[in-house]
């Protein structure tokens, strides 16, 4: 299979799959089980993408800068923090560890 035959695919499937959302009964999205499986899987998915985004350097796993300046953003968001400040912190932090390196 060449590249583009594989983008194709691929956009054929998401096609589908959104059109199959379209089947699905009103009575089952309007479900409060439903908003709370659709929120869970939201954080899940963010987690998820920011671990990978954290430790991940191609196919291998690495420890450096941004493992620091994800701490400092998590302490700076559960001490309540504005998120501007948030970002900012997370920066200099990568930023500082990168300098010292």
């Known amino acids: 299979m060449t590249l583009w035959q ?6 054929l499937i998401a096609f589908v799959t ?3 959302g ?18 869970a899987l ?3 998915l963010l987690a ?6 954290t430790f991940a350097a191609g196919t ?4 450096d800068a941004r493992l620091a300046a994800l701490a400092a953003a ?6 309540r923090a504005p998120f501007l400040l948030v970002v900012l912190l997370g920066a ?7 300098w010292g390196m």
């Not at 379209?22 to 409060?32: D, E, H, I, T």
């Not at 291998?60 to 420890?63: G, I, P, R």
């Open 6 to 11: 594989a983008v194709l695919v691929a956009g």
């Open 18 to 20: 959104k059109l199959a």
């Open 22 to 39: 379209y089947a699905v009964p009103a009575r089952w999205l309007q479900n409060p089980r439903m908003h709370r499986v659709a929120g």
């Open 42 to 44: 939201t954080v899940a």
């Open 48 to 53: 998820s993408l920011t671990v990978m985004n």
């Open 60 to 63: 291998a796993l690495s420890v």
């Open 74 to 79: 998590a302490l700076a968001l559960w001490a």
């Open 92 to 98: 200099v932090v990568s930023a500082l560890v990168r």
